[in-house]
């Protein structure tokens, strides 16, 4: 029990916090394929690797429940980040219809829908992973959506580090020249066909008190 709290207090005290991390912030090189050390740790979603690329991976996801903010409106990344997580914060310790305490998961998912202007505030979606004795009946909740997902494939490319605004368009942007000219490139573009920028998901594992081997997401999510 004491790791979860752990890790639900130092999720928010790095979502709170402005300290500037310096080095810290700086990419580190990540095993693509590596499994996040935090799952072995807390609750994590299950999936299978279907194929594994240069610099990226494509998963298959089991069919499970999130618990997801409305939209919300930034020009920073982190700023929206911070915003949806102290909603779902106060979700799971228990500002909920069941007054019910939810253990920590991993990862936190930041859904982006990217501005069509630099100076443009994006939309966020922050979402949770129901803990799976959660899962038949999470608990409801004031401005908290509760989404099933279906089995769902994913095109995933790992990095390290403190993720920052500069470093996620920089991310997703590797990942579309990874999957260029391959079959799972054709269908993220047919699953995304009609959106004005693509849309993608930052996942985050880690503590803010994990120096060393943190390991960040992102994320495109597709049919086939």
């Keep these: 029990m004491a790791v979860f709290n752990f890790f639900k207090l130092s ?7 402005d ?3 310096g080095s810290w912030t700086q990419k580190e090189a990540v095993a693509v394929g590596g499994f ?3 799952c072995s740790r807390i609750e994590c979603p299950t999936y299978d690797v279907v194929y594994s690329g240069d610099g990226y991976e494509i998963r298959l996801y089991n069919s499970s429940m999130w618990a997801t903010t ?3 409106d930034d020009i920073s990344f982190v700023d929206g980040t911070r915003t949806g997580f102290l909603q779902l914060f106060n979700y799971i310790q228990g500002q909920n219809s069941y007054k019910q305490q939810i253990e920590m998961t991993a ?3 930041t859904e982006i829908a990217p501005s069509d202007g630099p100076f443009c505030e994006s939309s966020f979606l922050v979402s949770f992973y129901v803990p799976k004795k959660n899962q038949a009946d999470p608990p409801p909740a004031n401005g908290i959506t509760i989404q099933k997902w279906v089995h769902t494939y994913i095109a995933v490319r ?3 580090g403190f993720v920052t605004d500069s470093m996620i368009g920089v991310e997703a942007a590797a990942l579309s020249s990874s999957l260029s000219g391959t079959i799972w490139a054709d269908a993220i573009k047919k699953s995304h066909a009609g959106e ?5 998901t930052v996942a ?3 503590s803010p008190f994990e120096f060393d081997n943190r390991v960040n997401e992102i994320w495109f999510k597709f049919s086939m």
């Design 11 to 17: 999720m928010l005290l790095t979502l709170l916090s």
């Design 19 to 21: 300290v500037k991390l």
């Design 36 to 38: 996040p050390p935090q």
């Design 70 to 72: 409305s939209p919300i």
């Design 107 to 109: 990862p936190v998912l």
């Design 158 to 160: 790992q990095f390290g």
């Design 196 to 200: 004005i920028t693509t849309q993608y």
């Design 204 to 206: 985050q594992y880690n």
